[in-house]
C-alpha cells in the first residue's frame, strides 16, 4: 500500500505563497490521478486540484488561477503551488489519489494564512 507524506505548510499573510509537497512510497505513475484536498476546520474535506498521468490540471472554482498542481514521477512526489493565498485557504491540506482511496489519507500538512 502507498503512503502519502504532506509537507510544506505553514503560517502566511494573505497575499502569500506556499509549495506543498507530497511524497509518495510508491509510484504515482501507478494511480490514472493524483489530486490534493483540504479540510477547514468544521467542514467536510473538499478536493482543490487534480493532475492525471497525462499532466492533464483541473482545479477547484476558488483556487483557479491562484494554485497550480505538478508532479514529477520520477521523484515520485505531487507538489501545489499556492499563491495568493486567503485567509479562507486555511486547512489541513491532504493528497490521495483522485478519486480518493480511503485507505491512503496521510497527516496532511496545515496551512493557515492570517496577518
Known amino acids: 500500500q502507498v503512503q502519502f507524506v504532506e509537507s510544506g505548510g505553514g503560517l502566511v499573510q494573505p497575499g502569500g505563497s506556499l509549495r506543498l509537497s507530497c511524497a509518495a512510497s510508491g509510484s504515482i505513475s501507478s494511480f490514472v490521478a493524483m489530486g490534493w484536498y483540504r479540510q477547514a476546520p468544521g467542514k467536510q474535506r473538499e478536493w482543490v486540484a487534480r493532475?492525471?498521468?497525462?499532466?492533464?490540471?483541473a482545479y477547484e472554482d476558488h483556487v483557479k488561477g491562484r494554485f497550480t498542481i505538478s508532479r514529477d514521477n520520477a521523484k515520485n512526489t505531487v507538489y501545489l503551488q499556492m499563491n495568493s493565498l486567503r485567509p479562507e485557504d486555511t486547512a489541513v491540506y491532504y493528497c490521495?489519489?483522485?478519486?480518493?482511496?480511503?485507505?491512503?489519507w496521510g497527516q496532511g500538512t496545515q496551512v493557515t494564512v492570517s496577518s
Open positions: 493532475i492525471s498521468r497525462f499532466d492533464m490540471t
Open positions: 490521495n489519489a483522485h478519486p480518493p482511496l480511503s485507505h491512503y
